[in-house]
């Protein structure tokens, strides 16, 4: 069965593919087709986005790009510009002239991260809904069942949270999250995992709880994403929870404009070549 992801667009006489890539606050994310990739950001990110694209696709593609990470933007445009056949699209364009998949009038701001994991998300659930995205901050979004983007709160991550404590307290050494194996740690490391578990599936759970309310529906689906979300998956469902993983909802609300925009809109969301 066709889906998003098998969509074909022409553009002046040439079909193109579409792909998305996220660019995070820790990694960049790739996803076309059935093809998902995610690089840090070491000395060869740049390299490595090149070579995908550059060698290891048989078609052209308009490349979604969504950005957190200003520093890294323009870094990534000049390397997918310099390869022929493709071309980048700012998908802050594409959202804001979105029709129909998700509204944006009830907010004043926010990162398009969360707008665009909620479009994403509407792909797995019907509205009203709620998103839980779970990478270097922990969001909690929620959706009318109007489609209106209703705005959400927003708290530190579990590798974040492992972050400072260890920069702003002398005894706590850096350490990488594991899920906690006591419910009651005896050292150290096993008192921090089992703490930071502990508040972010809480906070989580008190903002879902209040969400629920607002959105006067029992129960809402809830969509959970990230690359730190499987304990929030866990505790979630332990609760009994209506929960719903899925892994790439903010590519997929990428792909999605791509595939519903005029081609008007299209043209006006690609970027112009960036002086080096």
Not at 72 to 101: S, W
Not at 213 to 227: F, H, K, Q, R, S
Not at 254 to 272: P, V
Request: charge should be neutral; aromatic fraction near 6%.
């Amino acid at each position: 069965m066709a889906t998003v992801f098998d969509t074909s667009i022409e553009l002046n006489n040439v079909t193109y593919g579409i792909a998305a890539i996220d660019v995070g606050n820790s990694r960049v994310k790739i996803h076309h087709d059935d093809v998902h990739l995610s690089f840090p950001y070491d000395k060869e990110w740049k390299k490595n986005v090149q070579i995908h694209f550059r060698d290891n696709v048989n078609k052209r593609y308009l490349i979604g790009l969504s950005s957190v990470n200003h520093k890294q933007t323009t870094a990534i445009v000049k390397v997918l510009q310099r390869i022929l056949g493709h071309y980048v699209l700012n998908v802050h364009t594409l959202l804001m002239r979105n029709v129909g998949e998700l509204s944006l009038e009830r907010i004043e701001n926010a990162g398009i991260d969360r707008m665009l994991g909620t479009i994403g998300a509407l792909g797995y659930a019907k509205p009203p809904l709620i998103t839980v995205d779970c990478g270097t901050a922990v969001t909690v979004n929620a959706v009318s069942s109007d489609r209106h983007f209703l705005g959400g709160v927003i708290f530190a991550g579990f590798s974040t949270q492992l972050y400072g404590l260890a920069k702003q307290t002398a005894a706590i050494p850096e350490l990488t999250y594991t899920p906690p194996t006591e419910t009651i740690g005896i050292n150290t490391a096993q008192c921090l995992m089992a703490g930071i578990t502990y508040s972010i599936v809480g906070g989580v759970q008190r903002a879902i709880e209040s969400f629920t309310n607002t959105l006067e529906a029992t129960p809402v689906p809830i969509v959970v994403t990230g690359g730190e979300s499987q304990p929030v998956v866990d505790g979630l469902t332990s609760m009994g929870m209506n929960v719903i993983h899925q892994p790439h909802i903010v590519t997929e609300g990428i792909l999605t404009l791509l595939s519903k925009a005029t081609r008007e809109n299209l043209q006006d969301s690609i970027i112009g070549k960036i002086p080096n």
